[in-house]
């Protein structure tokens, strides 16, 4: 309803009430993506490079991958660590940019926390079913891989339906052409999951959905 030579428009009790919730829902949902979009970025790429070099060196020093088979796992170590680094500096400086309360610096570490948990769980999986060892190593990363598309997934259904979007096309980058191709199947895997990183990169600048 509106007053007599008035054009401010004045909300009902309840129409004020759902602008509040409206308003505390969006807060909401930016204080649990901060920092999620260029955490996720950062992580498939470190996985995308680190399964590419893994190729590489098992295909083109093939000498010292028979020597050392136990090679994938300081190199994958060594690769990610500075994503640990990098996910607790996103999520940090994103909370801060948001706010700067206690509260919303805090959810910048629960960001962190969850991409950790993932991260993990992608290491400590092929452990427990015994991949860690000569023989099976190479199929370290069809769990690793498989478990960082899934949490990119979950991620995205709760919080942002491109986190979503994005993880879907990982996983399908990554073993579809394991079905199609055969000896360059992870070449073309490798090189198809870094494709989807510049594209989804170049999107995300444009939009500017940090």
Do not use: C, K
Request: hydrophobic share 50%; charged share 10%.
């Amino acid at each position: 309803m509106t007053s007599d030579g008035d054009d401010t428009t004045v909300l009902s009790t309840e129409e004020g009430w759902q602008t509040i919730q409206a308003t505390i829902h969006d807060a909401r949902g930016a204080m649990y993506t901060a920092g999620s979009t260029a955490i996720l970025l950062m992580w498939a790429g470190i996985i995308s490079i680190a399964y590419l070099a893994q190729y590489a060196i098992s295909t083109f020093a093939s000498d010292f991958a028979e020597q050392y088979p136990w090679f994938p796992g300081p190199l994958w170590a060594a690769l990610t660590l500075p994503g640990v680094i990098g996910s607790m500096t996103i999520g940090h400086r994103a909370g801060r940019s948001l706010s700067t309360g206690a509260a919303m610096q805090s959810v910048g570490i629960r960001v962190f926390l969850y991409w950790m948990a993932v991260v993990t769980a992608a290491g400590l999986l092929p452990g427990a079913a015994g991949l860690w060892n000569e023989t099976r190593a190479e199929t370290i990363p069809y769990v690793l891989v498989g478990v960082i598309a899934l949490g990119h997934v979950l991620f995205g259904i709760l919080h942002r339906p491109v986190i979503a979007v994005f993880g879907l096309g990982y996983a399908v980058s990554f073993y579809v052409p394991h079905y199609i191709f055969e000896g360059i199947a992870p070449a073309v895997s490798g090189i198809a999951m870094l494709a989807l990183l510049a594209a989804t990169f170049v999107w995300v600048h444009r939009t500017g959905e940090w």
